[in-house]
């Protein structure tokens, strides 16, 4: 998920060092303002899913 954010932040400075409407057009590109988090979104929510799938079970002694 850091590689994830890590390319949205470079993209993200890249269209404000570009300026203007290259980086407008670049950010555009997908035609989607809430790109960036859509893709944080989904990135999130697959390492949780990853996490407690592959996670092994710790509840092994329980103490009532």
Not at 15 to 39: H, M, P, Y
Request: glycine share 10%.
């Amino acid at each position: 998920m850091a590689t994830a954010a890590a390319y949205e932040i470079i993209e993200w400075w890249y269209a404000v060092t570009s300026g203007g409407e290259a980086g407008i057009e670049f950010l555009g590109s997908q035609g989607d303002i809430w790109d960036t988090q859509k893709d944080m979104l989904a990135g999130a929510i697959a390492s949780l899913i990853i996490f407690f799938v592959t996670k092994p079970c710790t509840i092994t002694n329980k103490h009532y």
